[in-house]
């Protein structure tokens, strides 16, 4: 779907946009190159701390890709070589390349990421406090210049019903409802790529199954890519339909979500609720340590 037609489809509304959907699922996207690639990057914080040893991962047009692992491992700092953020936090790729279709994006300011069309939805929420949620939605329209904004507002709301109901300052919202409008304030950039870093945590289940389910219909029906950042492997392979594992800065697995669900010591370490207790997946006997990136 070429971007003019993917905006008029967004600005349409949700209710006609089912036809939109077959055009960009995953299956058919996977044939050709990737939406978003990234290839063997490094990454180092103030200069000397290297944080991601040789990523690889791609993320087809269309797809929900997943990318999991536990604290530490490095996976906002990946979104943020993608979205450009690294640089505000004195963080740099330092090999290795990111290709956003088909172009190289990192050492781009990440103003500049966002009009390409990749826009972050940080962890933690961040949005601001003192502001209404129609305020923040605004913020999210930044790079846009034209008259639609209005329109996608009311989308987002139909995504999301309950900002509507709330109208007073954003800082009031409860932590599920927080998530949602970073979300709809995501989407108000009408991105092409959404990376999205752990929308489920502080969520209860129940709210965790809501705002997940609202992510795979942005998906279907807007054709937006989404690459997701989750702890929550179960809740993340549920919607996603390919994920990576990484530990300590590298991918050590990746599969389909159905194979990552099936896989033995994806199930004992990531879906199992081994919780602390869990050893190190790369130590795993069992565990064949894939050298295609290599
Ligand atoms: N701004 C920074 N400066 C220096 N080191 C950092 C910075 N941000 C992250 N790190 C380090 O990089 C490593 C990876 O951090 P990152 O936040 O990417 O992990 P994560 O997988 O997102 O973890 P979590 O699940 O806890 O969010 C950690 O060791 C962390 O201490
Ligand atoms: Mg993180």
Same mark, same amino acid.
């Given at each position: ?88 936090? +004195?963080?740099?790729? %330092?090999?290795?390349?990111? $290709?956003?279709?088909?172009? !190289? ?5 990440? *103003?500049? @990421? ?15 406090? +003192?502001?209404?949620? %129609?305020?923040?939605?605004? $913020?999210?329209?930044?790079? !846009? ?5 209005? *329109?996608? @507002? ?141």
């Amino acid at each position: 779907m070429g971007e003019v037609e993917a905006h008029s489809t967004i600005s349409a509304g949700i209710k006609n946009m089912t036809e939109a959907t077959t055009i960009n699922r995953p299956a058919a996207a996977a044939q050709t190159a990737p939406l978003l690639n990234v290839r063997n990057i490094e990454v180092v914080y103030d200069k000397v701390i290297l944080v991601l040893r040789g990523l690889s991962l791609e993320v087809p047009k269309g797809a929900i890709v997943a990318l999991l692992g536990a604290n530490g491992a490095g996976k906002s700092t990946t979104l943020k070589a993608i979205s450009g953020l690294l640089k505000t936090e +004195d963080g740099e790729v %330092i090999r290795g390349e990111i $290709l956003f279709d088909g172009e !190289r994006i990192n050492g781009i300011d990440p *103003d500049k @990421i966002v009009r390409r069309g990749i826009f972050q939805v940080m962890e933690g929420r961040r949005i601001i406090a +003192d502001m209404t949620s %129609i305020e923040n939605l605004k $913020l999210g329209a930044f790079t !846009r210049t034209d008259k639609e904004i209005a *329109d996608d @507002i009311d989308m987002v709301f139909r995504y999301f019903p309950r900002l509507k109901e709330r109208t007073g300052l954003a800082g009031y919202l409860s932590g599920g409802e927080q998530q949602m409008l970073a979300i709809g304030r995501a989407l108000m950039a009408r991105p092409k790529v959404i990376l999205m870093d752990e929308p489920s945590m502080g969520l209860s289940p129940l709210l965790v199954k809501e705002v997940f389910s609202i992510i795979k219909e942005i998906n279907r029906d807007l054709g937006v890519t989404i690459l997701l950042v989750e702890q929550n492997a179960r809740a993340a392979l549920s919607v996603a339909s390919h994920g990576y594992i990484m530990e300590q800065g590298k991918v050590v697995l990746d599969g389909t979500a159905g194979e990552l669900r099936d896989n033995e010591d994806v199930k004992e370490f990531y879906l199992g609720g081994a919780g602390d207790q869990r050893k190190s997946f790369k130590n795993l006997k069992s565990f064949k340590r894939r050298k295609r990136w290599l």
